[in-house]
């Protein structure tokens, strides 16, 4: 069974830091593309970052390129985000996706998320 | 590639058919996909590339379209079909982007 677990999320000042991650397991890790989508409360879903199966492709959303950084460590089944000058508007819930076989901009696999909440 | 969905709200009752939209600003290629998402819940992938149901979806779920038009369909309304949908495409890679959603709702 494919789970996704993410964590690091909390409460953090406008212009801090946070790092996020995802554990995985069920199955093999390295042999996929990954994301992460965040969901601010009571809006929409917003892709933010992927990462190629071995972290030679790096793509962002342009309202996050500069600040986040995604990266993973297949060694041990894990995505992070590295997050910095926080904002208001990076508040929300952010998962942890995997996506659907070898088409990578496909979501087919959920975490159930962890909440980011950014204070001003 | 900027994604509308239509209704916004759509208020229906179990065994009704449900049929929403999903328009794209320029051609998406088939390049479509739906998800449900239950309130506190993650998201679940339902459909693909237009009209392909992911691994465990029920057959009640159908997609179509072509260019820049598509429908999700839900032939009969189940209880636990009450949720909000969301269209997203790829085609614009490595751009991915979502519509809106349309909540559909218990009539």
């Known amino acids: 069974e494919v789970q996704l677990v993410e964590s690091g999320g909390g409460l953090v000042r406008r212009g801090g830091s946070l790092r996020l991650a995802c554990t995985t397991s069920?199955?093999?890790?390295?042999?996929?593309?990954m994301n992460w989508v965040r969901q601010a409360p009571g809006k929409g879903l917003e892709w933010v970052a992927n990462?190629?199966?071995?972290?030679?492709?790096?793509n962002y959303v342009d309202s996050v390129k500069g600040r986040f950084t995604i990266f993973r460590d297949n060694a041990k089944n894990s995505m992070y985000l590295q997050m910095s000058s926080l904002r208001a508007e990076d508040t929300a819930v952010y998962y942890c996706v995997r996506a659907w076989g070898a088409a990578a901009g496909i979501f087919g696999y959920w975490g159930q998320g962890t909440l980011v909440t950014v204070s001003s | 590639i900027v994604l509308t969905q239509s209704p916004a709200t759509l208020s229906l009752s179990p065994g009704e058919r449900a049929t929403l939209s999903c328009r794209a600003s320029?051609?998406?290629?088939?390049?479509l996909a739906w998800y449900q998402q239950i309130p506190g819940q993650a998201p679940r992938l339902l459909i693909y590339d237009t009209s392909y149901r992911a691994a465990g979806i029920p057959v009640r779920f159908s997609g179509s379209g072509s260019g820049t038009d598509y429908t999700l369909t839900i032939s009969s309304l189940e209880p636990e079909d009450f949720a909000v949908y969301y269209c997203q495409q790829r085609s614009s890679w490595p751009g991915l982007t979502f519509g809106g959603g349309t909540k559909v709702e218990i009539k």
């Open positions: 320029q051609s998406v290629h088939n390049y």
């Open positions: 990462i190629k199966e071995d972290g030679s492709e790096i």
């Open positions: 069920g199955f093999t890790f390295s042999r996929y593309w």
